[in-house]
T-cell receptor, first 115, second 114 residues
Framework: AQSVTQLDSHVSVSEGTPVLLRCNYS??????LFWYVQHPNKGLQLLLK??????LVKGINGFEAEFKKSETSFHLTKPSAHMSDAAEYFC?????????????FGAGTRLAVHP | DAGVIQSPRHEVTEMGQEVTLRCKPI?????LFWYRQTMMRGLELLIY????????DSGMPEDRFSAKMPNASFSTLKIQPSEPRDSAVYFC????????????FGDGTRLSIL
């Protein structure tokens, strides 16, 4: 079965410092992995996706993630945090066992950015 | 381009009342998904439609919940009768096809049942 585990429920950083949000996955086949962001009272916005092409994936707003098969990880990073990055972030894996792209969500990591 | 549109954005109603949530997917997307988000359970898929046909409703919690998609541009999620434990944020998402990515989400409906 497909699953993801987000290792931190809350992360707090200072503006201008690096961001690291950790995600491990479990998959019985080559996975499709995503990071989504949810700002308060908004829907989920796709940050980036991995679909078995390049292992280093660049997304919007300066975020990137690296797929590491040996570590079953897909951590999200950004070199320098901005106040507007404060939001909840979801690591997501696709489950195709039902014949369609069923998204399996992690529990989420709430990112706080301090001045 | 217009994204996924949900209405209402907020709904407050009393226990026992019927609640209807509405969704307009992105034009040309033939896959539609309803999700529920709660603190306890996170994001859960309730039901998936492809070409207006319900394909997977295994996530629908109980018979009080029903969903329809009468045409390619409109879907409803109905709760009757509503209960306080149904309070949650309900999201609709659409994608170009069943195996196509990504899913595009609406801004959600925040439902409070008193």
């Amino acid at each position: 079965a497909q699953s993801v585990t987000q290792l931190d429920s809350h992360v707090s950083v200072s503006e201008g410092t690096p961001v690291l949000l950790r995600c491990n996955y479990s998959s019985s086949y080559s996975p499709s992995l995503f990071w989504y962001v949810q700002h308060p009272n908004k829907g989920l916005q796709l940050l980036l996706k991995y679909t078995s092409a390049a292992t280093l994936v660049k997304g919007i707003n300066g975020f990137e993630a690296e797929f590491k098969k040996s570590e079953t990880s897909f951590h999200l990073t950004k070199p320098s945090a901005h106040m507007s990055d404060a939001a909840e972030y979801f690591c997501v894996v696709s489950d195709y066992s039902g014949g369609y792209n069923k998204l399996i969500f992690g529990a989420g990591t709430r990112l706080a950015v301090h001045p | 381009d217009a994204g996924v549109i949900q209405s209402p954005r907020h709904e407050v109603t009393e226990m026992g009342q019927e609640v209807t949530l509405r969704c307009k997917p992105i034009s040309g997307h033939n896959s539609l998904f309803w999700y529920r988000q709660t603190m306890m359970r996170g994001l859960e898929l309730l039901i998936y439609f492809n070409n207006n046909v319900p394909i997977d409703d295994s996530g629908m919690p109980e018979d009080r919940f029903s969903a329809k998609m009468p045409n390619a541009s409109f879907s409803t999620l109905k709760i009757q009768p509503s209960e306080p434990r149904d309070s949650a944020v309900y999201f609709c998402a659409s994608s170009p096809g069943p195996l196509r990515q990504p899913q595009h989400f609406g801004d959600g409906t925040r439902l409070s049942i008193l």
